[in-house]
């Protein structure tokens, strides 16, 4: 079964700067998803920005981007310009074309911003 | 927009009680998920819908029952609540392509006492 792991409980950064969050995932196929969501404080989960892992280029949304590194199996967010918006829980997650198309999620980091 | 909806925000209720968490959504898609989510668990399925009456468990069905009798429907019932499912539960709806995000309901915080 895969499993998902985000090392950072909770970061902080300073207004205007970029932040970077980690997420490692464990998998044995090769054709797969990799998600980043945001849940701000009391409202609803959403997509920050999605990555196939057959497409070597990075995925970036904005001010969002990701660092995609399939061999280590890492899928590092990059916040930058980070806004008091930004705060909140982010999740990282997998989705398998093959195992009932389920997500599995990362236990969350929660991200400050800091005035 | 898509938009799922559950029908409470928040509920209190007591050891033993039979309780329906429900989820709609409006985008006609073919799966729904209940998720708990925990601090520093994440989100942890507890069952999933790829179709009207079928269901299939999670991570951690143990305690739960689901039901979905129309495709924009999906229930979660907890037949004796306890005290360990205090929790947070959030509903998510998707369509079958693998590259396509869920969509995920505003939760429900449910205290059991």
């Known amino acids: 079964a895969q499993t998902v792991t985000q090392s950072q409980p909770e970061m902080s950064v300073q207004e205007a700067e970029t932040v970077t969050l980690s997420c490692t995932y464990d998998?044995?196929?090769?054709?797969?998803?990799l998600f980043w969501y945001k849940q701000p404080p009391s409202r609803q989960m959403i997509l920050v920005i999605r990555?196939?892992?057959?497409?070597?280029q990075n995925a970036t949304e904005n001010r969002f981007s990701v660092n995609f590194q399939k061999a280590a199996k890492s899928f590092s967010l990059k916040i930058s310009d980070s806004q008091l918006g930004d705060a909140a829980m982010y999740f990282c997650?997998?989705?398998?074309?093959?195992?009932?198309?389920?997500?599995?999620f990362g236990p969350g980091t929660r991200l400050s911003v800091l005035p | 927009d898509v938009k799922v909806t559950q029908s409470s925000r928040y509920l209190v209720k007591r050891t033993g009680e039979k309780v329906f968490l429900e989820c709609v959504q409006d985008?006609?898609?073919?799966?729904m998920f209940w998720y708990r989510q925990d601090p520093g668990l994440g989100l942890r399925l507890i069952y999933f819908?790829?179709?009207?009456?079928?269901?299939e468990k999670g991570d951690i069905p143990e305690g739960y029952s689901v039901s979905r009798e129309k495709k924009e429907r999906f229930s979660l019932i907890l037949e004796s609540a306890s005290t360990n499912q205090t929790s947070m539960y959030l509903c998510?709806?998707?369509?079958?392509?693998?590259?396509?995000?869920?969509?995920f309901g505003p939760g429900t915080r449910l205290l059991v006492l």
């Open positions: 990555q196939e892992a057959y497409k070597q």
């Open positions: 985008m006609d898609h073919e799966n």
């Open positions: 997650a997998y989705r398998s074309p093959w195992d009932g198309q389920n997500f599995v």
């Open positions: 819908s790829y179709d009207v009456k079928m269901k």
């Open positions: 998510a709806s998707g369509g079958v392509s693998t590259q396509e995000t869920q969509y």
């Open positions: 998998t044995s196929e090769s054709d797969y998803y």
